[in-house]
């Protein structure tokens, strides 16, 4: 049951009431709390405020929970894939088969991207980023509207658009990397399933078929879904504050990504490779790297262990480490930066030092040895990662849009600059 509290303020006082989740997260509604008292609260990075009410992701750091619409993410990493998970996201329900089908048929009827739009990647420069190609392609898709949804109020024409972004990430995203290696341009086939026709796209040679592994589908598909929301970080949160403006998805998810590639947001299993390309080049096998870690020689960094939010676990770690170890079996991939990894688990997850610390091997690093094994390039990490997002950022979009009482974000803040002073001619200014 909801309460109040009250709050003292120069001595007078104030009740707030406060808000009760359903999974019991308490919050206090500071909404009058302005026009009531004058005064703001004041909290940097948002840490202990919350922005929205939402029903989309609950996650409890404290006890290693993370819950997509109420469904624990082992179970649907277990039973679900990427595209029904996507679905769930987005529309609130597991669908039906009819609805899964009618989901699959509008992905796979949008993912072809405008041919126009083909002119505007050659506008980049080879060394171009991808996640900047990425942001300046979704927006530009946005611009070229379907005939079968041109003329429709935007409420009407969303689950087109929704498919119409999910499905043409994929594309941008392989299209961007097969420009930056010199490779003919490869359109997506229609009987390829959503992370089959990824690979495909990414892979594939004019000259030969892409022999499709079902063990790296599956692990790219898991990579996809144990991504595909995680609350209001801040990219999603980017999202959310675009769509308030009443902008539309492309803008708004096309802000989602420049937010997601921030080296503190999206590039931790960038940074986990890194982290071993280091440990090679100075001709350790990650023993030495490890006693520096625990000795705090040199500002070592454990990079891909522990969380900020997971306080036990990660519970996304725990799904995918088994599928990152049939990969590994399964391709036998001979790289050194690959046993360095191996080495880096077993001490983290066996060492007291790091137990009782924590610091246990998170998603980003599971993930991030899965797609050096399959071959996607470094700089291709964090692009994986917004395809993964894209439906929870869609779902974000659509809570915003659906709510009646949704407005504007704007927030406050706390004026430290100068006060009031006169403008001083040039002359008199030293």
Known sequence: MNGTVELIIDG??????????????????????????GCITLDPGYGNTGACKSAITFIDGEKGILQYRGYDIA???????????????????????????????????????????????????????PMSILSAMIHASGAYPSAENRGKCPKDAFPFQAARLISQVR?????????????????????????????????SLPNEEYQLNPEVVKALDLIFLLHADHEQNCSTSTVRMVAS?????????????????????????????????????EGDDGSKFLEQVKNKVGNR????????????????????????????????????LLDIAKKLEEVALHDEYFVSRKLYPNVDFYSGIIMRAIGIPMDMFTVLFAIGRMPGWVANYKEVMDDPDSRINRPRQIYTGETLRSYKPMAERV
């Open 12 to 37: 007078k006082p104030l009740t707030l009431p406060t808000v009760v989740g359903t999974e019991n997260e308490v919050g206090i509604d500071v909404s009058t709390l302005r026009a009531k008292t």
């Open 75 to 129: 179970e649907l990493a277990k039973k679900s894939t990427f595209i029904e998970t996507a679905y769930l996201l987005i529309y609130g329900e597991l669908p039906t088969a009819a609805e899964l089908q009618g989901f699959s048929n509008q992905l796979t009827r949008t993912q072809m991207l405008h041919e126009d739009l083909r002119f505007h990647f050659d506008a980049f420069p080879p060394s171009a980023h």
């Open 171 to 203: 594309t941008i995203a392989t299209s961007s990397y097969r420009k930056a290696h010199g490779l003919p341009p490869t359109y997506p086939k229609s009987n390829l399933k959503y992370t089959e026709n990824f690979l495909h796209m990414m892979f």
């Open 245 to 281: 403006s009443k902008a539309n998805v492309y803008a708004s998810c096309s802000a989602g990504v420049c937010a997601l590639w921030g080296p503190l947001h999206g590039g931790a299993n960038q940074a986990v490779l890194e982290m071993l390309e280091e440990i090679h080049n």
């Open 301 to 336: 960094r454990l990079m891909g262990f522990g969380h900020r939010v997971y306080k036990s676990f990660d519970p996304r770690a725990v799904i995918i480490k088994e599928q990152c170890d049939k990969v590994l079996a399964q391709l036998n991939v001979s790289d050194p």
